[in-house]
C-alpha cells in the first residue's frame, strides 16, 4: 500500500478530529471537530456555522492542521482551508447529528463546510502486528531498564 493511500485509509477511519487554526491574535487555536468526509486525496471537510470565530480565523490564515488520534493510530494533515457554501455539496454531506448545531438542517443558511486541501500528511500506525512488536520490546525494555529500540512503526511523511 502507498503512504498517500495508507494515509487517506488511517484518516477515514476517524469520525472526529481536532483543527488547529491560527488565532487573530497569533495564538494556536484547537477544537474538536466532526469528520463529514475524507477524501482519497487526504482532502477533508467538515461542517461549522458562518458565525463560528473559526471563519474569521481561517479568513485571515488559512493554513490549518487537523490531527486525528486513536490508541495506536495516529495522523495529521496539514493544508489550507476554505469556506465552502455550495448547497449541493452540503447536501449531499449532510448527517442529521448536525442538526444539533443546525436546527433548520441542511437548508440553514448558516451552515457551510471547510474544505482542508491537504498540502501534506503524517500518519504513525502502531496497529496489527507492529502494534505487538512495539508492546513487546517496550515491556522488554522497561524490565530492562532502558529506552525501548526502534521497531517498525509505520510512520511516514506525505507530500499531498
Not at 500500500?1 to 487555536?29: I, P, W
Request: charge should be negative; glycine fraction near 4%; hydrophobic fraction near 40%.
Amino acid at each position: 500500500m502507498d503512504k498517500q493511500h495508507h494515509l487517506y485509509e488511517l484518516a477515514s477511519a476517524f469520525r472526529d478530529a481536532m483543527l488547529v487554526t491560527r488565532g487573530l491574535d497569533g495564538s494556536l487555536h484547537a477544537r474538536p471537530m466532526a469528520v463529514a468526509e475524507i477524501e482519497p486525496d487526504a482532502d477533508a471537510f467538515f461542517s461549522t456555522n458562518l458565525e463560528s470565530p473559526k471563519i474569521a480565523e481561517i479568513e485571515a490564515n488559512p493554513e490549518v492542521l487537523v490531527t486525528f488520534q486513536s490508541r495506536s493510530e495516529f495522523a495529521t494533515i496539514q493544508g489550507r482551508a476554505t469556506i465552502v457554501r455550495d448547497r449541493a455539496q452540503i447536501d449531499r454531506l449532510w448527517s442529521e447529528t448536525w442538526r444539533i448545531w443546525f436546527p433548520q438542517g441542511k437548508e440553514d443558511p448558516n451552515l457551510c463546510l471547510l474544505k482542508i486541501s491537504a498540502d501534506r500528511g503524517e500518519y504513525w500506525d502502531t496497529s496489527g502486528l507492529q502494534g505487538v512488536k512495539f508492546a513487546l520490546e517496550s515491556v522488554k525494555a522497561r524490565l530492562a531498564g532502558r529506552i525501548p529500540q526502534k521497531t517498525e512503526v509505520q510512520n511516514a511523511k506525505v507530500d499531498l
